[in-house]
Every structure is written in structure tokens, then in C-alpha cells.
């Protein structure tokens, strides 16, 4: 499980809809009032987005926890 912040509505916006766009996420949440993603992914595609989001700007702090 990926725990994303970021800075800004749009960017947070902007984020959100890449993560739910993408094929291998098993499921996402947002929290605005936080200004927080939450997502389900395998490891190596989340990292992959993780990377995408924080390239295209406002990533100010990430998390990921093992479910297995």
C-alpha cells in the first residue's frame, strides 16, 4: 500500500486521476481534507507511478507498507 501527500488541489487532483487510470492498481483512495492518496498496488508498478507523480511535481512525502 502506497500513502502519497500533496502539496496542492490541482496537483493532488492531477495525481488522483493518473493513479486511478492506471491498470494495476487494485484499489485508491483520496482524503482532500489531508491532501492524501491512498493506493494498492504491486511494488514495482507502484513505485513506477510514485516515480511519474513525483516528476510531474507536488509530492511532498511518500509511505509504502507491506500487506503481504
Not at 502506497?2 to 482524503?31: K, N, P
Not at 491512498?38 to 507498507?65: M, T
Amino acid at each position: 500500500m502506497y500513502e502519497l501527500r500533496i502539496e496542492g488541489r490541482t496537483r493532488l487532483a492531477q495525481a488522483f486521476d493518473r493513479v486511478m487510470g492506471h491498470a494495476e492498481v487494485a484499489s485508491c483512495s483520496i482524503e482532500t481534507p489531508l491532501s492524501q492518496i491512498r493506493f494498492v498496488a504491486e511494488p514495482k508498478a507502484g513505485d513506477a507511478l510514485v516515480e511519474r507523480i513525483y516528476q510531474e511535481g507536488g509530492l511532498s512525502w511518500c509511505a509504502r507498507y507491506d500487506l503481504s
